[in-house]
């Protein structure tokens, strides 16, 4: 069963000073988002790779804005993909609603990104759980980085991805699609929660308070979807 259209923001009672459910997200509906990766190739696959999973979990893809890297360009602005991309017409092809973060919350787009100065002023501070598909290779267990959390002003709680998501079983860091559309559903969600480890990336006083949070249900997100795969490693390079 496909997702409506009317998933989409249309309709929609937005307050962009935060990605408010039941206003900016339907609550019937179910989204999947990532952060950008190392440049705009590696950003343009982490996209085509987001939507892709956002097909066979059955949710609507969110997709970040372009992000330049600073060892390529160094200061650039951050460009959504529907001002390069015909997102519509995309849409209409696959029979599948895709979003921006644009359509679910205010930000500096079109702006060049500056560290520590990359927040709109009067948007608010959001605090999400997310997955993180590299701490489970890193040799540190950390997520992966991104500016694009900061420029959301979104405080991320990441959990590491189970092994079971891993192509192999080997130190490569590729997931499977398959892998992770089932820690998206009940079942396979309750599965991965089930003794994986929480990796805090919040604020020093949040995790002197304690706060925990599962990777978010409604609006499920990944800190990196670079190295996902159906069946092999690399496949983009493949041809």
């Not at 359509?103 to 997955?131: F, H, Q, T």
């Amino acid at each position: 069963m496909g997702v409506s259209s009317s998933a989409t923001p249309e309709g929609l009672s937005l307050d962009k000073q935060h990605y408010i459910k039941g206003h900016n997200l339907k609550d019937d509906v179910r989204y999947v988002t990532t952060w950008h990766y190392a440049g705009m190739t590696n950003d343009f696959i982490v996209f085509c790779n987001l939507i892709y999973l956002g097909v066979i979990s059955q949710r609507i893809p969110i997709l970040p804005p372009f992000a330049p890297a600073g060892i390529h360009v160094g200061a650039a602005a951050a460009i959504d993909f529907s001002e390069i991309f015909d997102l519509p017409a995309l849409s209409k092809a696959i029979q599948w609603p895709i979003l921006e973060w644009s359509d679910v919350k205010r930000a500096k787009y079109n702006e060049s990104v500056v560290m520590g100065d990359s927040i709109l002023p009067g948007v608010e501070r959001d605090k999400l759980g997310c997955w993180s598909t590299w701490a489970m290779v890193d040799g540190s267990h950390r997520a992966a980085h991104s500016v694009m959390p900061q420029l959301l002003a979104l405080d991320i709680v990441y959990t590491s991805v189970p092994r079971s998501t891993k192509l192999t079983n080997t130190d490569d860091p590729h997931v499977t699609f398959s892998g992770l559309a089932s820690i998206l559903m009940p079942q396979g969600r309750v599965y991965a929660l089930d003794g994986t480890e929480t990796l805090s990336t919040m604020s020093f006083e949040d995790r002197m308070e304690g706060n925990v949070l599962e990777p978010d249900d409604q609006l499920a997100c990944f800190d990196l979807l670079y190295f996902v795969s159906a069946k092999a490693e690399w496949e983009w390079s493949q041809g």
